[in-house]
């Protein structure tokens, strides 16, 4: 596949579940929320409005919305950033996040970027930059793929922690 509908559409063709594993320690340097929060300013559940009404929207409509994060420690700066908002914005709106140190994931066998799966049939992978920018979003609905994206997904999510067990070590 070579065209990649953007994120919400993907969502919106979606009917029973959104999966996503991240799997680096820096994403978006330049993000405004992230660098305002690295300035002092509190995170603030209104400033992540857009992403707040499509979680809250896919949830309603049923979605399972799961997201896993395999992250080293001790935690970055971007990391424990991560951890507040999920705090204050992920979990409000019907995310439900699991942690797992790196150290424990080292005998799980896992794609090589980041990805979201889409009612086990569709796996969109993101791939960044090496400081965590952005880059191009690849589509697969190959069925080897996004079985081995799922079982990954699973096994992590498994041994992972749910957010309000996880104290992130500094």
Avoid at 41 to 52: F, L, M
Avoid at 69 to 96: H, K, L, M, W
Avoid at 138 to 162: H, Q, S
Wanted: hydrophobic share 40%.
């Amino acid at each position: 596949m070579t065209h990649v509908p953007e994120f919400k559409e993907l969502i919106a063709q979606t009917k029973f579940s959104a999966v996503h594993l991240e799997m680096r320690d820096m994403y978006t340097p330049q993000g405004a929320v992230y660098v305002d929060w690295k300035a002092g300013r509190p995170i603030e559940y209104d400033r992540h409005g857009d992403w707040v009404k499509l979680v809250g929207a896919a949830v309603g409509r049923g979605i399972n919305w799961r997201r896993a994060r395999i992250v080293s420690e001790p935690v970055t700066d971007f990391i424990q950033y991560e951890y507040e908002t999920t705090t204050i914005v992920n979990e409000p709106c019907g995310e439900a996040v699991r942690w797992l140190p790196r150290r424990l994931a080292s005998d799980l066998l896992l794609p090589g970027n980041d990805y979201w799966v889409f009612d086990n049939r569709l796996v969109r992978f993101t791939h960044f930059a090496g400081d965590g920018s952005y880059g191009p979003h690849e589509l697969t609905d190959d069925p080897a793929i996004v079985k081995a994206c799922v079982d990954a997904f699973e096994a992590v999510w498994e041994r992972a922690v749910d957010h309000k067990d996880y104290q992130p070590v500094r």
